[in-house]
């Protein structure tokens, strides 16, 4: 499909697929985008709109979407990477003169980009091998894994999700349970235990005790009752994300376009960029950078519990560092890192790094010293403005509250929430923050002044349930070709089994996902295994998008912007 825009800033055009105009699939992405442009147009440069043009989504599929849901994942983040491919020429343009380029974004590989952490491997194994266990430490304990869950609670009807994933034990004490119970190894057993406790509570009484101790927890809505609060309301009247200037006092900073041994130049070959980010969210902010050729230390604290197996995917392409920033010999080392940064990326609580001294005002104010600008984007699960602003939360947080897991659930006909397959709203908001970060880098080059970027989990849920549902025809045929397995899931069923599930009947429905075109390989030395992650969503004429260096574990690297190594199995084709 190739969609242009007319006078107006809308698309126009025609959907093409090996000859055809009649595919679902890419009618549905070209909507997406348009519906994309609509509520974003005002924070991207108006640069990158032209190339939207020059667009081509290009898919092997002729039937159905390929998630056994009612949500348009496929569709959604499909124009999401077409904005921010637009985006990265615009960058471009500034090294080449404005022309014309082609750009490709391949549906396959930005529908496997949302779930790359359940294909990604270490030594041949994937997330779901309990041989992996080195690599999924506290996660392998059943019992605390399903601390963080949706049960029902003392109203029937009503859903709460606890979520102890980090601090399981904080979050069953909360509920009158023990931390660890070696005792408890059965699946259904755990979930039976965890329930009957969380049915003590009502949502009012759960909410409050989980707000003492400043946990994740969420009551599970439907999207028509989010909509009616007050903090849906303003994140609905929001854009996706935010671009706003911070600083007008510092000169235009050109792209340093730095030569590598990449086959092309790449985009953002020299740029900086420091990832103070865990999990899934931020880091894949930092990953979609250094897919561009971004140098990206990610940056964590050795005190912070994390998830080590989404290191496999997260790290991709970037050096990893530990630095206490409460210590004041990591800080002088931090901030010698800082002094030559161009993007600093944040992934914590609001107001986290305010406290440490490396907010966006304090940005702002080493800026004019340097005399350079800095593009700051901070992501979270709730946004940044709103009543809910400050509380803390994951990608099923957000998931639950706002109606993404009861559309999931009534879909598959039951008349309760289930969360859906894979932690997509992460992947999606992590482009979203990539898009920021781009669009700050182009205004500073051009206009010169620092920028903040802000986005969220559920802004991106916000636009994905504003594209609409799948109606029941298409529901109808969904369950008769998946597997009848994965729609017996019930609410409590873990985000692990509803995943496995997923991908079982997924690889048998839609193979065209899974072929080894999609699958880079290499050996990474932090890990001392080789390593298999999905290669790039997007391609640009005359650019190459790609990853320069293997994933390693958190805190691998020395804190240094020096002795980036390159390995050439990713320089591959």
């Not at 020429?89 to 790359?116: C, G, M, Q, W, Y």
């Not at 993007?343 to 702002?364: A, E, H």
Request: hydrophobic share 35%.
């Amino acid at each position: 499909m190739t969609p242009y825009l007319g006078a107006d800033g809308t698309l126009n055009g025609h959907n093409s697929v090996n000859g055809r105009e009649d595919n679902a699939l890419l009618t549905g992405t070209r909507s997406a985008l348009q519906h994309l442009l609509e509520k974003a147009k005002q924070q991207l440069p108006t640069e990158s709109l032209s190339h939207l043009n020059n667009v081509d989504f290009s898919t092997a599929n002729t039937g159905s979407p390929y998630f056994p849901s009612p949500l348009k994942q496929t569709e959604a983040i499909s124009a999401l990477k077409a904005v921010e491919a637009g985006v990265a020429s615009a960058i471009a343009d500034l090294k080449d003169a404005s022309t014309t380029r082609k750009i490709n974004v391949d549906l396959e590989r930005a529908t496997a980009f949302l779930f790359s952490t359940y294909l990604a491997t270490v030594g041949g194994m994937d997330k779901s091998n309990p041989k992996n266990k080195k690599f999924l430490k506290a996660q392998s304990i059943l019992y605390r894994r399903l601390s963080a869950n949706l049960y029902e609670t003392k109203n029937p009807g009503e859903y709460f999700h606890l979520h102890g994933s980090l601090e399981a034990t904080k979050a069953l004490n909360m509920i009158g349970l023990e931390g660890h119970r070696p005792d408890l190894t059965d699946y259904h057993e755990c979930i039976k235990i965890i329930e009957d406790h969380v049915k003590q509570f009502t949502l009012n009484q759960l909410e409050e005790m989980n707000a003492e101790i400043r946990q994740a927890g969420v009551s599970c809505l439907k999207w028509e009752d989010f909509q009616a609060t007050e903090h849906g309301q303003e994140l609905i009247a929001q854009p996706p994300w935010k671009v706003e200037s911070l600083e007008t006092e510092t000169p235009p900073t050109p792209f340093p376009f730095s030569s590598s041994r990449a086959p092309k130049p790449q985009i953002l070959s020299g740029i900086r960029v420091l990832e103070l980010c865990r999990i899934i969210a931020g880091p894949a902010m930092g990953r979609g950078l250094a897919e561009y050729g971004a140098e990206v230390i990610k940056v964590t604290s050795p005190y912070l519990s994390d998830v080590p197996f989404f290191q496999v995917d997260a790290n991709i392409g970037k050096h990893a560092s530990d630095l206490n920033l409460k210590d004041e010999g990591d800080r002088k080392i931090f901030e010698e890192l800082l002094a030559s940064a161009d993007v600093v990326l944040d992934g914590y609580r609001p107001g986290s790094l305010n406290r440490l001294g490396y907010g966006p005002n304090q940005l702002s104010e080493l800026a004019k010293k340097r005399g350079r600008g800095f593009v700051y984007v901070a992501e979270n699960c709730f946004g940044h403005t709103g009543p809910w602003s400050s509380r803390p939360g994951w990608q099923q947080i957000a998931d639950c509250v706002t109606g993404v897991a009861w559309a999931q659930g009534r879909a598959m006909g039951l008349d309760e929430p289930v969360v859906p397959p894979f932690p997509m709203s992460d992947y999606g908001t992590g482009c979203m923050g990539t898009i920021a970060a781009l669009t700050g880098l182009f205004k500073r080059a051009k206009s010169g002044g620092s920028y903040v970027g802000t986005t969220s989990l559920c802004q991106y849920d916000i636009y994905l349930l504003q594209l609409g549902l799948y109606d029941e025809n298409m529901m109808a045929q969904l369950r008769e070709e998946h597997d009848d397995e994965f729609f017996g899931l019930r609410h409590h069923d873990s985000v692990d089994e509803v995943g496995k599930r997923a991908l079982k009947t997924m690889r048998r429905t839609h193979p065209e996902l899974f072929e080894e075109r999609h699958l880079q390989q290499c050996f990474s030395r932090g890990f001392n295994a080789e390593v298999r992650t999905i290669r790039p969503v997007v391609s640009i004429e005359g650019y190459w998008n790609g990853f320069l260096r293997s994933s390693r574990p958190n805190g691998f690297d020395k804190p240094t912007w020096d002795d980036w190594e390159v390995v050439d199995d990713l320089l591959k084709a």
